[in-house]
């Protein structure tokens, strides 16, 4: 009875994870995390195939698709050893996460800079991801 009890509440619990997996906030967070771990292929899994990247200050598009997302991320990745990503404001609405970010080691740089990113997620992968520099 105890194994019995033990096994649905571990059913459940693992179909609660995958529920959670499902919504924006977790997609948006295991695609920081794998960043953050250098993980290229896991980085690149949470991306929709006709993703979008689009840069807030010019409204222009400056990569569409999965190709010319890890055409961006795969050189920024290797020339970049110890990027890292610090979330200091998180904002959810909906289907949409915005992440005020501070990185460090882009390029080697050890000074950090901030960005603002806007995901869309669509269903479980992000198809939207719009940049904020400061000018």
Known sequence: MRLLLLAFFSSCLLQLAVAQNSAPEMVVQANLDAYNAHDLATFMSYFSEDVTLVDFNSGKITARGIDEIRAIYEPYFKASPQLHSTILK??????????????????GNPEAFEIVLMYEVCGDKICKMTVIRKL
């Open 90 to 107: 998180r904002l959810v609405f909906d289907n949409k996460v915005i992440d005020h970010e501070s990185i460090t080691g882009a390029r």
